[in-house]
């Protein structure tokens, strides 16, 4: 689905497909210098992460093992609870491996905070994030991401992954949401 199909549902396309996929693969050659002969374990945020983390992981150059974690903090809402529910945990165990958390989009922080101090607490031997989107004017705490895609404002944005009540996800670019839409 293209931004143009709902633009009545949109207020503004923030990031088109091209620039989307032009810094996945800029963000792959980062992950694969800063990898270099270690193995990597990608681990990504089920749902929104889905486009993401398949098409960051076709744009490298190398094996890597992947899984999936599915975890809440929003519901249906449009805002985030910042209590975190794991909804899929890990088929890997990861004690001893170099984690890259890949997640769409970084809005609080809370969920990915408590991400990232939950697998090191499993004994992975690293434990990065790697974000395609992130907020910063609504982070309540602060997370180390070693990899970001772009910063955003604060709105709330659908398409890529992302989503509003599960729909949206299928738009191939990252717009702002109507605010009609969800009142």
């Given at each position: ?67 999936w974690m599915a975890v809440s903090s929003y519901g249906a809402g449009t805002k985030s609870s910042g209590v975190v ?27 990915l905070d408590w991400l990232q101090r939950n697998l090191v607490g499993r004994g992975a031997a690293s434990v990065e ?26 709105a709330f944005v659908v398409g890529y992954g992302l989503d509003y009540a599960e729909k949206y996800r299928n738009l ?12």
């Amino acid at each position: 689905m293209r931004a143009s199909d709902i633009q009545d549902d949109l207020t503004e396309v923030l990031v088109t497909e091209a620039e989307i996929h032009a810094k996945l693969d800029e963000l792959a050659d980062r992950i694969e210098a800063d990898y270099v002969g270690e193995e990597l374990l990608v681990v990504g945020v089920l749902r929104g992460a889905v486009m993401v983390m398949a098409d960051l992981v076709r744009a490298l150059d190398r094996h890597v093992e992947m899984d999936w974690m599915a975890v809440s903090s929003y519901g249906a809402g449009t805002k985030s609870s910042g209590v975190v529910k794991i909804l899929k945990d890990l088929d890997t165990d990861i004690s001893g491996r170099h984690v890259l958390i890949v997640e769409d989009i970084i809005d609080s922080g809370l969920t990915l905070d408590w991400l990232q101090r939950n697998l090191v607490g499993r004994g992975a031997a690293s434990v990065e994030i790697c974000a395609l989107f992130r907020k910063p004017d609504a982070a309540k705490v602060e997370v180390d991401v070693r990899y970001v895609g772009f910063d955003i404002p604060n709105a709330f944005v659908v398409g890529y992954g992302l989503d509003y009540a599960e729909k949206y996800r299928n738009l191939r670019d990252v717009g702002v949401l109507a605010p009609h839409v969800y009142s």
